[in-house]
């Protein structure tokens, strides 16, 4: 019997050194223990006293989770505010040694703060969310708009694997004989590689008739604004003669070659092929060169991020160089039917209803000469 009480009163000390809340409720709703905790947050308490009076009510809660936990014998939870505090309640059943429940056991634990920090972060989260949609139509804003269509036509496709994208592309008009398209691949995504987006849009020289001259340019404006080391941007850039009929283009890194062919002219094909540093702070003084290529009626230039080729289906498989150019030399469409069926191919491919899904910003454009 000694043995008993002592085991009794030390899981009483046990339950009275709580400092969340605990009360056993009977079947009869009422209050047949209360720990030290409890006591002293309510202070005007008597044993014996109906459960939802001892909370200064005057009526049994709508959703007694105690009437519960007896009833139906398992644990339930719910939140209450008790004298302006949020607490979360759990009710569990207490059975007696005959395993019959007897009583439901509540465990109350002061949850405000919390609370309150949850909802602060909550603000805070749709704060950032509204920053991040105008920082998005910012960057959209920035893409193309149109080009004068009488000598070339043109299509893109962007879509960033997160709100914003670390791909960007542009193309605009330099002068009435020239039109300048540069494709871009940021390292990262979200917002820092936007920022860059944002200063490559900015910096690059849009009237120099010279890409390499342009990239030169802009290696020197790079490492002018004191990036990070691991930060780079790669560019290939090429301007479009509309009067000589001449493509003249530099690369700045960028891994994958621009494709110039003929979807009339199955002999027609050239990668726009030629190295050069990522626009970084690597070196002190890259070395950037142009080269120089005759173009025909018809000829088409494709430009792509890599996002597009690495994309990958269940087994692993890459999209691929061979299944991209599959759909762009043998599509004869204009532009921008090329480019849908590229995507349509591509999420058959990754079997995915749409590119929200993807972990790569996927970035083309496709311009096609047309006198």
């Not at 949850?118 to 959209?140: G, P, R, T, Y």
């Not at 920022?195 to 690059?204: D, G, K, P």
């Not at 702070?281 to 120089?292: A, F």
Request: glycine share 4%; charged share 30%; net charge negative.
């Amino acid at each position: 019997m000694d043995n008993n009480q002592d085991k009794r009163k030390l899981i009483e000390d046990i339950i009275n050194g709580m400092l969340d809340w605990v009360r056993v409720v009977d079947k009869d709703n009422r209050v047949i223990f209360i720990n030290k905790a409890m006591a002293e947050g309510l202070k005007d308490f008597k044993m014996d006293q109906l459960c939802y009076k001892l909370l200064g009510r005057d009526t049994p809660c709508e959703n007694c989770i105690s009437r519960e936990a007896i009833f139906r014998g398992s644990s339930h939870m719910k939140q209450e505010i008790i004298n302006g505090k949020i607490f979360s309640v759990m009710s569990s059943p207490v059975k007696n040694e005959s395993g019959e429940i007897v009583a439901a056991v509540e465990v109350l634990r002061d949850i405000t703060e919390l609370q309150l920090l949850q909802e602060k972060v909550m603000e805070q989260n749709k704060k950032l969310m509204d920053d991040l949609s105008i920082a998005k139509k910012l960057q959209c804003s920035l893409l193309p708009k149109a080009l004068p269509e009488d000598k070339v036509r043109f299509s893109f496709f962007y879509h960033p694997c997160e709100d914003l994208g670390g791909d960007f592309l542009d193309i605009f008009e330099i002068d009435k004989d020239h039109v300048g398209i540069y494709i871009a691949d940021v390292s990262g995504h979200g917002v820092p590689a936007s920022m860059l987006t944002v200063f490559l849009r900015s910096a690059i020289d849009r009237k120099n008739l010279s890409p390499s001259s342009a990239l030169t340019k802009l290696y020197k404006d790079f490492n002018s604004s004191n990036f990070d080391h691991e930060v780079y941007i790669t560019v290939f850039y090429a301007i479009i003669d509309l009067r000589n009929y001449k493509i003249k283009y530099s690369n700045a890194g960028h891994n994958i070659s621009p494709v110039l062919f003929n979807p009339s002219d199955a002999e027609r094909f050239e990668l726009l092929r030629i190295p050069g540093i990522p626009i970084s702070n690597w070196l002190e003084k890259p070395v950037y060169t142009d080269n120089e290529i005759s173009l025909e009626k018809f000829d088409r230039v494709f430009f792509c991020t890599d996002g597009i080729i690495e994309l990958k289906n269940k087994k692993g498989e890459q999209f691929g160089e061979d299944r991209l150019r599959n759909v762009i030399f043998n599509d004869k469409s204009d532009p921008n039917s090329t480019l849908a069926k590229i995507i349509d191919e591509a999420t058959k491919f990754a079997e995915i209803d749409d590119f929200q899904m993807i972990s790569d910003d996927i970035t083309m454009a496709l311009i096609e000469i047309k006198e």
